[in-house]
């Protein structure tokens, strides 16, 4: 293996931590001043959320309307990278801002759809003006965008195994990198990756987090007897999304452009002033669910599940767009627990071992990726629990595969 490549992945992961830094940062300020700085400055408004999520939606459908459809899937992404050999590098001011828009403005979305985009178009630049890069640049555009992943949900083994799925068998074994030397260059440049977040983290402002994890999971003997029916609820949750997902396709097509983002900014903005946790990405609400989960009753957490699965998938489809994971786990971990609190209440032991079921089988039949389900919940669960997510994780993916004949997410 030359020794440039090893160093365009290190640059590579470095600028994938980098861009996360910066996206994450501006997120914060721009959040804080919609929805702390400017709700102290006037008198309180009871549909404020109403407004600014209306509001958001306006300004995100007519951006798109003369900027352009983004930020794209990562199915879109690495579909265009294989039909065309590049990504559009030159609309990278287009697409950071894209993704950024509906996070700031609180759509129900995470932010790795538009963090992938920036990625694979910065690799593809590279490729066109590094002559060493030409020759590799799909498999380079997808480390990148594998880095991206395990950086964005701080699991280092996530985005391999969630990307190397993407290729057919035939396109792995006639790539040019053996899979030894791809593992090789991911490692180095996830190492970047996660080094430069750090670093930013601690030099300059102290971003997010990340998901709260469960500190340990603890299964009893009634969950073992209930296990398949844990499991149960979390593949009805995913079917449930993959129903919405289909219904709001439908929707979006049918609505014109600026008309759709409106229309799903003041949906997302009504349901919000009854029910804020329906805003963002899910991921520092998670945190107040796990420290006061026993507060709210059982049906209203499991309510809250399906809703946040139906407000997300209306989101993305209608135009303030953005990634299904950071949501889903958020969902999922809702139903968990309204489900131990219907089974065992006031019995928090149990509660994290059900969630972590529930999550494995609802991610599973989305994503349909065993391995990466596994990897993305050690964002949230400690290893041991893997001993249950990983056959979850697999069973789940079985059924929505046979449900479902559309290639992998």
């Known amino acids: 293996m030359k020794v440039k490549l090893p160093l365009f992945c290190a640059i590579t992961g470095a600028v994938a931590g980098m861009v996360f830094w910066l996206f994450l940062f501006a997120i ?12 102290e400055k006037i008198p309180a408004v009871s549909f404020y959320p109403l407004i600014i999520c209306t509001l958001g939606g306006l300004v995100i459908g007519i951006f798109r309307k003369f900027s352009g459809d983004y930020p794209e899937s990562m199915m879109t992404v690495f579909g265009k990278l294989k039909k065309d050999g590049t990504y559009p590098y030159r609309r990278l001011p287009v697409i950071f801002i894209a993704a950024l828009l509906p996070l700031i403005f609180g759509s129900s979305v995470g932010p790795e759809a538009g963090m992938v985009g920036v990625i694979v178009a910065l690799c593809c630049w590279a490729g066109d003006n590094m002559k060493f890069a030409k020759s590799h640049a799909e498999e380079l555009s997808k480390i990148g965008a594998a880095v991206s992943l395990s950086v964005i949900f701080r699991s280092p083994m996530f985005g391999l195994f969630d990307i190397e799925d993407e290729l ?25 990756g996660f080094g430069i977040f750090w670093l930013f983290n601690h030099v300059f402002v102290k971003v997010s987090e990340g998901f709260p994890s469960f500190d340990a999971v603890t299964a009893g003997r009634t969950d073992y007897l209930l296990f398949i029916v844990y499991l149960l609820c979390g593949i009805l949750l995913g079917i449930f999304f993959e129903g919405s997902e289909k219904l709001f396709e439908k929707a979006g097509a049918a609505l014109p452009p600026v008309i759709s983002e409106l229309t799903a900014g ?41 809703l ?26 809702c139903l968990g627990y309204g489900i131990s609190l219907l089974i065992f209440p006031g019995d928090p032991v149990h509660a994290a071992f059900v969630a972590a079921v529930v999550s494995a089988g609802t991610l599973g039949v989305s994503m349909k990726k065993p391995l990466a389900v596994s990897m993305l919940l050690l964002l949230c669960f400690p290893a041991q629990s893997l001993l249950w997510i990983v056959p979850s994780a697999a069973l789940s993916a079985f059924v929505g595969k046979k449900m479902s004949k559309e290639p992998s997410r």
């Open 168 to 192: 057919t068998p035939d396109q792995q074994n006639n790539n040019s990198l053996t899979g030894s030397s791809k593992v090789i260059l991911y490692c180095i440049a996830t190492g970047a």
């Open 308 to 333: 946040k699965v139906l407000v997300t998938t209306m989101c993305i489809n209608l135009g303030l767009k953005g990634g299904h994971f950071f949501p889903l786990i958020f969902a999922s971990v």
């Open 28 to 39: 914060s300020k721009g959040t804080y001043l919609l929805w702390d700085l400017v709700p």
């Open 266 to 306: 003041a949906v997302l903005g009504a349901i919000a002033c009854f029910l804020p946790v329906i805003r963002f990405s899910g991921e520092e609400q998670m945190g107040i669910l796990i420290t006061d989960y026993a507060k709210y009753a059982p049906l209203a957490m499991i309510g809250i599940a399906f």
